[in-house]
């Protein structure tokens, strides 16, 4: 069974930091393209950053480029998405998400992942 268990969000002020670590579990991690959504009321499911098996393979949206880093352990299963320099956009409730094996440029839509976390909540206060 297919397990991805989202942690470490959390209250934070503007300009602070948070690590956000998912845990998976249920399949071979290793060769899976993995990445973090975020979500907020109303709104669709934004891509934030992937990554591919090999750690250099990543993609950023425009508004994480520069300011989050997104890495993987693949001996422990484990997704991070180290952000920085947060803001009160960045508020949201954040998922670590799942698909294949991926060939071409890492995918940034929501349908082409499979599994999904239950979601952590980010909020930055101003």
């Known amino acids: 069974q297919v397990q991805l268990v989202e942690s470490g969000g959390g209250l934070v002020q503007v300009g602070g930091s948070l690590r956000l670590s998912c845990a998976a579990s249920?399949?071979?991690?290793?060769?899976?393209?993995v990445a973090w959504f975020r979500q907020t009321p109303g709104r669709e499911r934004e891509f934030v950053a992937a990554?591919?098996?090999?750690?250099?393979?990543?993609s950023y949206s425009d508004s994480a480029k520069g300011r989050f880093t997104i890495s993987r352990d693949n001996a422990n299963n484990v997704l991070y998405l180290q952000m920085n320099n947060l803001k009160p956009d960045d508020t949201a409730v954040y998922y670590c998400?799942?698909?294949?094996?991926?060939?071409?440029?890492?995918?940034?839509?929501?349908?082409?992942?499979?599994?999904w976390g239950q979601g952590t909540q980010v909020t930055v206060s101003s």
């Open positions: 249920g399949f071979t991690f290793g060769d899976y393209v």
């Open positions: 998400a799942a698909t294949g094996s991926w060939l071409g440029p890492l995918p940034t839509s929501s349908w082409t992942y499979h599994h």
């Open positions: 990554i591919r098996r090999s750690s250099y393979d990543t």
